[in-house]
């Protein structure tokens, strides 16, 4: 499985990056902003996005826009990452088209194990 990773912080990009590869066996591409982020995407054709909710210019709501309004990417499962965690801005996150949410700061053991149930429940 392809995965692109869209976090402006390099630190979290690394220790997913090496998770998934690692531990789950996916192949993963990363981009440190929205607008690289999509462009990722449009080349790469990932399996799945993960995308910080929080970061500079383009923030995660702004690059699902982004990755919506192209009709070759609007297909592809995002994930947002983010630290806020209440179950409201969870349903906000849902409401605007993602797949599910993962919880920053991630736990490297389960990383594999809840990105798969996420993207697993979002195709059925």
């Known amino acids: 499985m392809k995965v692109v990773i869209i976090d402006n912080e390099k630190d979290v990009r690394r220790v997913a990056r090496l998770t998934l590869e690692k531990v789950g066996g996916f192949q993963v591409a990363e981009a440190a902003s929205g607008r690289e982020g999509v462009e990722l995407v449009e080349k790469e054709q990932p399996d799945a996005v993960i995308l910080d909710v929080m970061m500079p210019e383009d923030d995660g709501p702004a690059t699902l826009a982004l990755l919506r309004a192209r009709p070759a990417l609007a297909h592809i499962p995002v994930v947002f990452m983010t630290a806020k965690v209440m179950a409201s801005e969870i349903a906000r996150l849902k409401a605007l088209g993602a797949a599910g949410v993962l919880v920053k700061p991630f ?11 996420i993207l697993r429940s979002a195709a059925s």
């Open 107 to 117: 736990n490297p053991a389960t990383l594999c194990t809840e990105l798969q149930e």
